[in-house]
């Protein structure tokens, strides 16, 4: 990690998912023992570094959809670290007057997310989204999200760290039973592969100071978008959103589904 200050409330002998989801995009914001789980992940699932760019690539088009559609407010769950093309770098050459919440459970995340805010329209809330009116009562979302115009909810590889038992369905109904029509829903969640035994895989993320949700069906994953009507193509390969990519893929244990969803 950069230097050696470490935030209050960070555990150096737990890894974080956050800080493992950095070492995978190439960052510095990482200590031992996410580098050691980190390696264990590559371990089952080799090309983890790719699916984590191509996830950051997603978000970034997801935003844009968003932002053309007219949508100039954000919260960001499970936000991560900050990386390039964060939301309202991405947003406002579009929406000048975008607003953002970044919402991340990790210390560190959050500090830094915090050092790198430009301006008092973007704002960061360390909370645990299995509390959702944690989120939904912090000061800066009172300040910064305008319930009656469209809302772009982001749950951008977050889902598979949410337990069944925290009710990921119930933590988006919190969000989105307040959304108006106009806003949008995005979100890339984590499947299995039948033809491969993912279970290492899963437990190299238990303990990651977080839950470890697992990974859900693609029925699972679509009926998280009730409510909304997914924009073309639908719920894809992260790779595939918003154009089928050319690449030939390997056979991943793992994929990451991504849709985006929009409020009719
Ligand atoms: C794989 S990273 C994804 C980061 C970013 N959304 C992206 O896709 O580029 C998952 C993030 O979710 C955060 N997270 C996991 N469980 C959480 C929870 N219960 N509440 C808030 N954040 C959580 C982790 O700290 C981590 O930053």
Redesign the pocket.
Same mark, same amino acid.
């Given at each position: 990690m950069g230097g050696d200050w470490v935030p209050p409330g960070v555990d150096l002998s737990v890894p974080?998912?956050?800080r493992m989801?950095d070492y995978f995009l190439g960052g510095k914001d990482h200590f031992k023992v996410d580098r050691e789980r980190a390696e264990q992940v590559i371990q089952g699932f080799p090309d983890v570094r790719e699916v984590a760019r191509a996830?950051?690539a997603f978000?970034g088009a997801a935003v844009r959809a968003a932002a053309e559609a007219g949508v100039r407010q954000f919260i960001?769950? =499970?936000?991560?670290?900050p %990386?390039q093309g964060h939301v309202h770098e991405v947003a406002r050459p579009i929406r000048p007057d975008t607003r953002v919440v970044y919402?991340? @459970?990790?210390p560190v995340?959050c500090a830094h997310a915090r050092a790198l805010l430009p301006d008092a329209a973007t704002a960061v809330v360390d909370?645990?989204?299995?509390r959702p009116s944690d989120v939904l009562d912090a000061p800066e979302v009172r300040e910064l999200i305008d319930w009656s115009e469209p809302v772009a909810l982001?749950l @951008?590889?977050?889902l598979h760290? @949410?337990d069944d038992a925290d009710d990921p369905a119930g933590i988006i109904g919190a969000f989105t039973g307040r959304m108006v029509s106009g806003s949008h829903l995005a979100m %890339?969640v984590a499947t299995g592969n039948e033809d491969h035994d993912t279970s290492r895989l899963v437990d190299a993320y238990k303990g990651s =100071? %977080? =839950?470890s949700g697992g990974l859900r069906s693609p029925q699972q994953i679509a009926d998280f978008f009730t409510g909304f009507d997914l924009l073309a193509p639908g719920l894809v390969d992260v790779f595939d959103w918003p154009e089928p990519s050319a690449e030939q893929r390997p056979d991943r244990a793992i994929r990451l589904l991504a849709g985006v969803g929009r409020r009719p």
């Amino acid at each position: 990690m950069g230097g050696d200050w470490v935030p209050p409330g960070v555990d150096l002998s737990v890894p974080s998912a956050a800080r493992m989801y950095d070492y995978f995009l190439g960052g510095k914001d990482h200590f031992k023992v996410d580098r050691e789980r980190a390696e264990q992940v590559i371990q089952g699932f080799p090309d983890v570094r790719e699916v984590a760019r191509a996830n950051r690539a997603f978000l970034g088009a997801a935003v844009r959809a968003a932002a053309e559609a007219g949508v100039r407010q954000f919260i960001d769950l =499970g936000a991560g670290l900050p %990386t390039q093309g964060h939301v309202h770098e991405v947003a406002r050459p579009i929406r000048p007057d975008t607003r953002v919440v970044y919402v991340d @459970i990790d210390p560190v995340a959050c500090a830094h997310a915090r050092a790198l805010l430009p301006d008092a329209a973007t704002a960061v809330v360390d909370a645990d989204i299995r509390r959702p009116s944690d989120v939904l009562d912090a000061p800066e979302v009172r300040e910064l999200i305008d319930w009656s115009e469209p809302v772009a909810l982001l749950l @951008i590889s977050v889902l598979h760290f @949410i337990d069944d038992a925290d009710d990921p369905a119930g933590i988006i109904g919190a969000f989105t039973g307040r959304m108006v029509s106009g806003s949008h829903l995005a979100m %890339t969640v984590a499947t299995g592969n039948e033809d491969h035994d993912t279970s290492r895989l899963v437990d190299a993320y238990k303990g990651s =100071g %977080t =839950g470890s949700g697992g990974l859900r069906s693609p029925q699972q994953i679509a009926d998280f978008f009730t409510g909304f009507d997914l924009l073309a193509p639908g719920l894809v390969d992260v790779f595939d959103w918003p154009e089928p990519s050319a690449e030939q893929r390997p056979d991943r244990a793992i994929r990451l589904l991504a849709g985006v969803g929009r409020r009719p």
